[in-house]
């Protein structure tokens, strides 16, 4: 790191000549809007005055102005002409997501982006491979050429099954649709996951069950609703933005349902709200419950309920999953109604919630108003669902909206609450025949690690991923993949030829390579045979979707370090090598437009004619690109036009041949079944208590229930966040949060280090069990209740899914990393108290009489 030419006591403001460019946030899925602004620091600094800086501000502004340039907003750049530049990147005040406003995250864009000046000057920056148990540079060319050899030598012995990938869903389309295109169809390998679970097992395959969108609503929404539902979504910590600018200004009650007492859930109670504090894992028997006083009490939208499957319309669908579980009205309503554990008094019993509070709870979502209508209900809900029992939660959740008609209208329908935002465009489907898990004999997505474990896999290609740290049960994946590694000695020079020999006498002794492809060295990459730098945002352009399906474009700014790469260009130099057809592309623009799956002939007028109706795929941006055609351009000026409001998806097109959004899916009734009407499921506590008994801890041998979630200023692995000062200044180890009455029986008091680990870490079947073990500094508060512990899902090193559940769901292979178990034990203490605060989290706002 070099030492700074720039004060740090004062940050530039741009001149009336920056380049600027629009963007979405790099961070979380409200996806705010941004602008970089970008001007030699040889060139003269803006000015004060409105005439005389790029954002046209007499300063002083205020900070939520979006013109106001906190120190974290501003960083320096070399490009590669070798000359350095001043970057501000602001929050963009005529963007309808954000306003101006910004998170802790967003706000400190600037601060993750790449400089020699600063902390993060270790980004990767040349290829590199393990010699002799150490990494060393290597050339672009040499390192194609190790991938497309052993990669070819791996899939002609073995067959595309020896190939696994796992990959980010958010970082761009001109991403993931040729690493999809490459892996899921040239090489035709089921042994695919994504970065946060170990298959490509859909987080929510049961809302699809019964014809729902996953992302169906509009922000807007949040301010026409009602009552406002967060189950599992701490939607002030993790969704800031949506929260302050889309949830709080209406102040519709809030329905919590989190084992936390939440900031959330504090002031939830404080609109009229109600919250659900549930012992982990007992969501559908609180869902279940609802649903049943809704239908005792006539609450249901009978209107719509009308409109839904009939007993034809089920018996006609040919899904698996729906001939198993799909239902009528009626079929649900008496298999509700016949459910023992959804009375009122069981479900107290089982989920821990009172009584009282789940009558509550299904008066604000359900009891229609005084003149009749349905009450307008927006369902919000994220991981503390999609990580429980995940098909049971996620079916319970989509019949509560289903049974009360919360679908494509304002103020009404159900969404995730989102992590990421959504960069993934299918360059081909995952290739579901190939694959060998199963169901009742009905095929799913193959566990990756599984396949490992059983030796199927000859080279894992992780992209953008850190699974060493962040897959179930990481601790014996970790230690299994190392061995693999390990079977015989690595290379001992750099030479090309020796080393490919070496990688494929590995492959067929029963060992595997590990190729990582990243922008920070992390757990994954340091244990990698071959390590892949990448470009990432701000050093390429790519388009991704927020959680209103909102398609924008994030520009490029800046050049990347070294010969970083766009993970694409690593993808198509491979796919090249080994001499598949397809990968020729110039740039991005032309990835994005050929994602759009338009067909290779068709009238251009007839086609603009016909986007003026709503498409059937949800997330089609086939109308960008036509308008390009259109006006002559191309797709990525359209997106600059659009800028950071973007569209919505899916896109259409008005008379006059301009891009337009659509606000809400499913608006014109329209479901996707084959009969095209919604469904209910007959699925709940019946099937998930097996899995829950399966998981749950036991008490009174000192296990705990161990959750995990997010911490408002920490992005997912701290891959920018561990650079940030601010951060791990506020932050410098995990945490675990513990009831005071638990930590009193213990000896532990608040920073003291304890350590969380496991025999029992459950794996499929019964009695069959991994270890894994964390530590953690002790955040002693009645944020959490007695028996319950919760920790950071993701700080590096100090990874909680060491202790993560190896079970998968059988129906859909998902992971509930929200119900693994641990004992806690004292370490000793440390002197973090003096550092770092230990105050409550979850203080209620003060209201003003």
């Known amino acids: ?82 000359k350095d530049y001043n970057v501000v990147i602001v929050p963009d005040r005529e963007c309808v997501v954000n306003r101006g406003d910004f998170s802790p995250r967003g706000g400190s864009n600037a601060r993750g982006i790449w400089s020699p000046y600063g902390p993060t000057y270790d980004r990767l920056a040349f290829p590199m491979v393990k010699v002799a148990g150490a990494q060393q540079p290597i050339a672009w060319e040499a390192a194609i050429e190790i991938m497309a050899e052993t990669i070819a030598h791996a899939k002609e012995t073995y067959g595309g099954p020896a190939l696994a990938v796992r990959f980010y869903a958010y970082q761009y389309y001109e991403n993931t649709y040729p690493i999809t295109k490459f892996y899921f169809g040239d090489i035709a390998t089921p042994n695919g996951a994504l970065h946060n ?58 329905v919590t349902v989190d084992p936390r007492q939440t900031f959330t859930a504090v002031y939830g109670e404080t609109v009229g709200g109600v919250h659900l504090q549930l012992i982990p894992g007992t969501d559908v028997v609180l869902a279940g419950a609802i649903a049943r006083i809704i239908l005792e009490r006539g609450w249901e939208d009978q209107g719509f309920v009308a409109e839904m499957a009939t007993a034809a319309d089920v018996a006609a669908e040919t899904a698996w999953r729906r001939r198993l579980w799909a239902a009528t009205f009626d079929d649900y309503k008496t298999y509700i109604l016949g459910m023992d554990a959804y009375t009122l008094e069981n479900a107290a019993r089982i989920s821990g919630v009172p009584a009282d509070k789940i009558e509550r709870a299904a008066e604000l979502i359900a009891q229609p108003n005084d003149d009749g209508t349905p009450r307008k209900t927006l369902f919000t809900f994220e991981k503390g669902a999609v990580w429980s029992v995940n098909y049971e939660t996620i079916g319970s959740l989509g019949n509560l909206a289903l049974l009360t008609g919360s679908t494509g209208a304002p103020g009404r329908g159900i969404t995730r609450a989102g992590g990421h935002q ?42 953008g991923a850190n699974p060493l740290g962040m897959t179930n049960s990481a601790e014996w994946s970790r230690e299994m993949i190392l061995a693999k590694q390990a079977v015989i000695p690595g290379p001992r020079t750099v030479d090309t030829a020796e080393i490919i020999a070496n990688f494929k006498e590995r492959i067929d002794s029963d060992g595997m390579l590990l190729f990582a492809q990243d922008i920070f060295p992390n757990l994954t990459t340091r244990s990698a045979d071959l390590v892949l730098p990448a470009a990432t945002w701000g050093e390429m352009p ?20 070294g010969e970083a790469k766009p993970d694409w260009w690593v993808i198509a130099q491979v796919a090249k ?113 097996a899995i829950w008994d399966h998981l749950k801890p036991e008490l009174a041998d000192g296990e705990f229930w161990l959750s995990n979630g997010r911490i408002e200023e920490i992005w997912q692995t701290m891959y920018t966040d561990l650079r940030k000062p601010e951060v791990t200044t506020r932050w410098p180890s ?32 019964d009695g069959e069990y991994d270890t894994g073990s964390l530590t953690a500094v002790a955040y002693v508060s009645d944020i959490v209740p007695p028996s319950v512990l919760w920790t950071n899902f993701a700080y590096p090193d100090q990874w909680c899914n060491n202790v993560a559940p190896r079970f998968m769901h059988p129906v859909n292979p998902v992971t509930p990393f929200k119900l693994a178990r641990a004992k806690l034990t004292r370490i000793g203490s440390t002197d973090l108290a003096e550092r770092m605060s230990f105050l409550p989290r979850n203080l209620p706002p003060r209201t003003v009489d």
């Open 197 to 254: 679970r170990a298959s490509m097992g859909g987080e929510t395959t049961a809302l699809g069950d019964g014809g729902l969108e996953t992302w169906g609503t509009a922000y807007e929404d949040g301010l026409e609703a009602e009552t406002v539902v967060a189950w599992g979504a701490n939607l002030y910590e993790c969704q800031d933005i949506y929260f302050a600018e889309h949830i709080v200004p209406a102040g519709a009650p809030l």
């Open 734 to 765: 995990n945490i675990v949060e513990i009831h005071p009455d638990d930590a009193a029986a213990l000896g532990v008091v608040s920073s003291d280090l304890v350590s969380l680990s496991s025999d029992r870490v459950a794996r499929q079947e």
């Open 542 to 561: 790519g388009c991704r979707w927020n959680g209103e399906r909102r398609l924008r474009l994030s520009d490029r700014f800046m050049d990347p370090p």
């Open 1 to 82: 790191m070099q030492n700074s030419p720039r004060s740090t006591d004062s940050v530039p403001l741009p001149p009336p000549d920056a380049e600027v460019k629009t963007m979405s946030c790099q961070y979380c899925i409200v996806g705010c809007g941004y602008k970089s602004y970008v001007w030699p620091t040889a060139a003269p600094d803006g000015t004060p005055d409105a005439a005389g800086n790029a954002l046209g501000a007499d300063y002083p502004v205020g900070p939520l102005s979006g013109q106001w340039i906190a120190p974290s907003m501003y960083n320096l750049i070399r490009r590669n002409d070798g």
């Open 422 to 463: 959504e960069g993934y465009a299918g360059g081909a489907d995952y290739p579901l025949d190939l694959a060998t898990d199963t169901y009742e004999g009905n095929k799913i997505p193959n566990y990756i690690d599984q396949h490992m474990a059983d030796g199927q896999v000859k080279i894992y290609h992780v992209i």
């Open 577 to 689: 090598k080994m001499g598949f057809a397809g990968y020729d592309w110039a740039d991005e623009n032309e990835i994005f437009e050929e994602a759009a799956l338009l067909p290779k002939d068709y009238d251009q007028a007839a086609l603009a004619a016909e986007l003026q109706e709503e498409p059937s795929g949800h997330h089609s941006h086939a109308a960008i690109v036509v308008a390009a055609r259109l006006r002559d351009t191309t797709a990525y000026e359209i997106m600059r036009e659009l800028g950071t409001n973007g569209v919505q998806l899916p896109a259409r097109l008005d008379a006059e041949g301009n891009v337009i959004g659509t606000p809400r899916i499913h608006s014109a009734g329209a479901f996707d079944t084959e009969s095209g009407k919604a469904m209910f499921l007959n699925v709940g506590w019946d099937t998930a208590e």
